[in-house]
């Protein structure tokens, strides 16, 4: 057999166009596509935020919404947060069905999900479980105050652990499952009064999320560097930060965290939420397009805008902004031989350019393919593209010709789109289908 080193070479230039890849960009919140799925409060004409309400009107008419100047980009990604009471009605038996629920309806809108258990938020009527309740006190939300903490009792702490445990051994590894926002204490699990609990305490419910969760993406806030670099040294974890826009996040909160946690973002992904939401950064005349650059410098992945709309004047910009965010793969050359003998080698080499701000970090499979009116062989390659940080990356192939005729084969490459992989576009201009992308000519002789 003899093997045929690359001679000829394609090069291939970037497109400028939103590709909307699969786990990344501006996150669908407690909604797929055009379709509400799950309300996470009692109160069924909107969602509680901050003690007000705000409508997720990412779900209205989109020429309604255009009409007032607003809109909302399409995501990839749908955020679904949920009770503690909710998922565990009863100590020890768990109800997975409204989650299966979840997870079917946005596999079936072509999403992924990302989720989070709350053990309580503010509201009276949204505590902790019932059953728990009966057993320890749970404060009440101060009359001047927007949030409240959580039970003192270790109780709390160690029931809670227990359900996140269940939690993950039924969904670590899940596919229709892209992160797990690591709840803690507090409203709505994002850490109110963490500064008072003990870390033993804390430590149970991390444990339970490192060591369950040993597959799925773990994002967590990094509001206790002590908390960060514990749970770390069980597996990796990402970033979910809050308060995206808001001053004095974007140039006292954040900065400081992101410079001690620079390298979270190589192995986990970095996700924000919004500070209020992106009516309102105009209504404050916050600078978009600074705030988008700080995100991309902070290796954002994705974006929580809680599905409220957003400004159709600034279109231009969140169009730049996920041009860039996340990954953004493109084949920039291909160098190949012209002329192969059937059932000899041929080998491939390819520059990759990864030209957004993060790595993919799930796995998706590549594969290569020769094709003709007659014949075609798909190569499932080992090629892992998790490892294709941003800049570039080479990457060899040896392509056995056996069992193809004579004849001129088209070379193509494709990224997932089989066996329920999501299917991830390049953003170059080549000749597609969208699914293959052809890359060269090859003549089998």
């Not at 309604?64 to 947060?81: I, W």
Request: proline fraction near 5%.
């Amino acid at each position: 057999m003899k093997v045929y080193p690359y001679a000829a070479v394609n090069r291939f230039s970037f497109t400028d166009e939103v590709l909307n890849n699969p786990y990344m960009g501006f996150l669908e919140f407690n909604g797929a596509g055009e379709n509400e799925i799950f309300i996470e409060t009692s109160n069924k004409s909107g969602w509680i935020k901050e003690c007000y309400p705000i409508s997720s009107d990412r779900y209205a008419d989109k020429n309604a919404l255009a009409a007032e100047g607003l809109y909302y980009p399409e995501g990839s990604t749908s955020y679904f947060r949920f009770l503690w009471k909710k998922f565990e009605p009863k100590e020890g038996e768990y109800d997975y069905g409204f989650i299966e629920e979840i997870l079917e309806k946005c596999r079936l809108n072509g999403k992924t999900a990302m989720l989070r258990i709350m053990p309580h938020t503010t509201r009276d009527d949204e505590n902790v479980p019932d059953w728990l309740l009966a057993k320890i006190d749970c404060p009440f939300r101060p009359e001047d105050k927007r949030v409240k903490g959580s039970p003192e009792s270790r109780l709390f702490y160690e029931k809670f652990a227990t359900a996140i445990t269940a939690f993950a051994k039924k969904y670590d590894g899940d596919r229709r499952i892209y992160a797990v926002d690591i709840s803690l204490c507090g409203a709505w699990g994002e850490g109110d009064g963490i500064e008072n609990v003990p870390f033993e305490n804390l430590a149970l419910i991390v444990d339970a999320y490192t060591h369950g969760f040993k597959k799925t993406n773990l994002l967590m806030q990094f509001l206790d560097e002590k908390l960060v670099k514990y749970a770390c040294k069980t597996r990796p974890v990402g970033v979910r930060a809050d308060g995206l826009g808001n001053p004095w996040h974007m140039y006292d909160g954040f900065p400081p965290k992101f410079k001690a946690y620079d390298k979270l973002w190589k192995k986990q992904p970095v996700s924000f939420e919004a500070f209020w939401y992106l009516s309102e950064w105009k209504n404050q005349g916050w600078d978009v397009k600074e705030i988008i650059r700080q995100s991309l410098k902070w290796h954002v992945s994705t974006f929580n805008g809680k599905s409220s709309s957003v400004p159709l004047e600034w279109k231009e910009y969140i169009n730049e902004w996920l041009v860039k965010m996340g990954y953004r793969f493109a084949v920039r050359n291909v160098r190949y031989p012209e002329e192969v003998v059937s059932g000899d080698t041929a080998v491939i080499r390819t520059l990759v350019e990864n030209a957004g701000v993060a790595p993919l970090y799930d796995y998706v499979p590549l594969r290569l393919r020769l094709k003709n009116d007659k014949d075609e062989k798909v190569y499932n390659v080992k090629t892992d593209a998790r490892k294709w940080q941003p800049g570039d990356s080479f990457e060899n192939f040896e392509l056995n010709t056996k069992g193809l005729s004579a004849g001129d084969y088209t070379l193509s490459v494709s990224l997932g789109g089989f066996d329920g992989y999501p299917l991830i576009k390049f953003a170059m201009n080549a000749v597609n289908d969208g699914v293959w992308y052809d890359l060269a000519e090859i003549k089998i002789k």
